[in-house]
């Protein structure tokens, strides 16, 4: 079932001429099957250069609605219309205006991970590979950021020239919050390298090796033979597949419901009916555009 489902899928994308998008959170299938797997930055950069009429994204609201918005003419179709982001919640367009109305001058730096509406009263976004860069770009001395402020705490020491608010005060992304210093002292007890996403707590990243995003921890994972990843679990899943001959430990528990209720099913019958699609109005996508683009002109490819 399995296979005839995959050959399926793979039959109908040529016929659509349909291109799948996945995050590295995705299920180890939906991984599998995908053309393009990535972080956040990654999966925006990509989809900025295909050709498709078609993109099917497995992941969240959040990164189906970028991709909308960076190619407006394209069908993007995003197979679990219900797969929010508990983090994006906490960040409201309200928020932001009041944040910018109290601090006269300052940039609001947004994460990719909120909504459109979010990004469209924001000076620019930011994804946790290029944080501290758009932040550093930045002429004024003081900086909005949220929603997490374990990043922009993260931010902070990367920048210490800046003088960080967090908007809200204190959000942040439940998967990454239950990792502990306990983690990190585990791994070293059996010799394993630490690395850690840059949403963790502040005691847990001072605890670890390496700091870094998903797409970082591709690239880091070459220097040593085994490694706790401090993130979500699917990830140890993308790096062993990218690095077979090294071992790679998680915490079981560390689970996104909502980049999960992709399946296989889904992505088939979501290239069948071609839906359920994207739909975004114009006025928003042109508001929000500008500052996707806008750190996208800051950020570097890394080698």
Same mark, same amino acid.
């Given at each position: ?7 399926? /899928? ?10 799948? !998008? ?10 599998? /099957? ?6 956040? !930055? ?14 099917? @994204? ?11 918005? !960076?190619? #407006? ?8 219309? %219900? ?9 409201? #367009?309200?928020? /932001? ?25 924001? %000076? ?49 992304? #439940? ?6 210093? *306990? ?41 040593? #033979?085994?490694?706790? @990843? ?29 980049? *999960? *209720? ?17 739909? !975004? ?10 500052? /996707?683009?806008?750190?996208?002109? @800051?950020? *570097?490819?890394?080698?």
């Amino acid at each position: 079932m399995g296979f005839r489902l995959f050959r399926r /899928i793979k039959q109908l994308q040529k016929e659509k001429k349909a291109v799948i !998008l996945a995050h590295n959170y995705q299920p180890p299938e939906i991984q599998d /099957i995908a053309d393009v797997v990535g972080d956040s !930055l990654e999966l925006a950069q990509h989809a900025t250069t295909l050709k498709e009429d078609i993109m099917i @994204v497995c992941g969240v609201q959040f990164m189906a609605e970028t991709v909308k918005i !960076l190619c #407006p003419d394209k069908k993007v179709i995003l197979p679990a219309p %219900d797969a929010g982001c508990p983090l994006a919640d906490q960040l409201t #367009p309200e928020m /932001i205006l009041a944040a910018k109305e109290a601090h006269p001058g300052a940039e609001m730096v947004t994460y990719v991970n909120s909504t459109a509406a979010c990004k469209a009263v924001s %000076d620019i976004t930011c994804t946790s590979s290029n944080a501290a860069d758009v932040v550093r770009s930045l002429k004024g001395d003081t900086v909005l950021f949220g929603p997490d402020s374990n990043l922009g705490g993260f931010v902070q020491e990367q920048v210490p020239e800046k003088t960080i608010i967090m908007v809200p005060e204190g959000g942040n992304c #439940p998967v990454h919050a239950i990792f502990t210093t *306990k983690d990190a002292a585990w791994a070293k007890e059996q010799g394993l390298m630490t690395m850690c996403h840059p949403e963790c707590p502040e005691d847990v990243r001072h605890a670890c090796d390496i700091i870094t995003s998903t797409g970082g921890m591709i690239r880091e994972a070459k220097e040593a #033979p085994g490694w706790m @990843v401090l993130t979500e679990r699917e990830m140890a899943f993308r790096l062993q597949t990218e690095y077979p001959k090294k071992n790679f430990y998680t915490r079981d528990s560390a689970v996104c419901e909502d980049m *999960k *209720k992709i399946t296989l099913k889904m992505v088939g019958k979501s290239l069948l009916d071609e839906g359920p699609e994207v739909i !975004l109005p114009d006025d928003l996508m042109e508001k929000a555009r500008a500052p /996707i683009e806008r750190m996208l002109a @800051v950020s *570097k490819p890394k080698e």
